[in-house]
């Protein structure tokens, strides 16, 4: 591509000049990046073959309106006609950890996730589960089910609904249902960036260990970021917090940087903090979990 447009002076000078069509050379560029369907390719050539020819500069810009237009209606009509399993996508990872807080050990973790983007509708499940058995007592075994429609009523924003269960005996719950909705917005949404925020009114049902039970309104807010600086490399942020008065308020953060190895596969490096600010007596208001796996889209 960079080739092209150091040779498209050349190229047009050989052009013949007609103010209401699009130099051949020009036009064969054009073609060429619209086939390989890369909008970014596309908005470069647009960009310089309106420098170089002024005088078919509307006519460039409108071809290039058309072809992202063309292409969008055949992404809705595809979209429209998918079936149930058509459009979701998924992610599982595999990988060890290294726990300091409550525990400190080297356990397994394994995470699935599916998510479903439709025009209107978005579905995201999530699956976890972290067990470790040391001499053949176990230290750690944590376990959580997640799942969020989205319905998008504007560009940018949407409505969501979260319902969620966790079982954590070393962090000091049997189980926890937790149940939100309220308004996203998506601050960023274009090809290598994406930021989602996340805020509004939730209730909460905690059964600790220590006998106690906790059933109270609360107030969620969640961060979700990914950032692809270069080809190959990705940076993932998701933090949530659940907030109560006079109750437990929960705070979970976990940074990630996966690097592409070959096809789906990539290898992850991932760090996760939650902090539970009234845990029952003898437990730490924090863990941490440090870890490295091996992760597969589909």
């Known amino acids: 591509m960079r080739a092209l447009l150091l040779a498209l002076p050349l190229l047009l000078a050989n052009a013949p000049s007609d103010p209401d069509t699009i130099p051949p050379p020009i036009k064969a560029m054009l073609d060429a990046a619209m086939a390989s369907g890369n909008e970014n390719d596309v908005a470069t050539v647009v960009k310089y073959a309106r420098a170089a020819a002024p005088e078919s500069a ?3 810009a409108r071809l290039a309106s058309d ?3 063309d292409r969008r209606r055949k992404n ?3 979209i429209r006609e998918a079936g149930l399993f058509d459009l979701v996508k998924g992610r599982a990872e595999l990988g060890a950890y290294v726990t300091q807080g409550n ?10 996730e599916l998510r479903r983007e439709a025009l209107e509708w978005r579905h995201k499940l999530r699956f976890q589960a972290d067990y470790q058995e040391s001499r053949g ?3 750690r075994e944590r376990y959580v089910a997640a799942y969020e429609p989205n319905w998008k009523f504007g560009e940018r924003a949407y409505m969501y609904g979260a319902a969620q269960f966790e079982a954590d005996r070393i962090l000091g719950y049997r189980d926890r249902i937790s149940v939100s909705s309220g308004i ?3 601050a960023f949404k274009r090809p290598g960036l994406r930021l989602d925020l996340e805020l509004g009114p939730a209730y909460r049902y905690t059964d600790f260990t220590d006998g106690r039970t906790e059933s109270r309104p609360a107030i969620r807010g969640s961060v979700d970021f990914e950032w692809k600086p270069v080809t190959g490399i990705t940076i993932r942020q998701n933090a949530s917090a659940y907030v109560q008065q006079d109750a437990t308020s929960t705070v ?3 940074s990630a940087v996966l690097s592409r190895l070959i096809g789906p596969l990539s290898a992850q490096l991932s760090y996760t903090l939650q902090y539970e600010s009234m845990p029952p007596a003898g437990r730490k208001t924090t863990d941490t979990v440090s870890r490295a796996a091996l992760v597969v889209d589909f």
């Open 67 to 69: 072809w992202r237009a």
């Open 184 to 186: 996203g917005y998506s």
């Open 58 to 60: 509307d006519q460039i």
């Open 252 to 254: 979970t953060s976990k």
């Open 76 to 78: 809705e009509q595809r």
């Open 103 to 112: 525990s400190n050990n080297i356990g397994l973790t394994a995470v699935i």
């Open 137 to 139: 007592v176990v230290t």
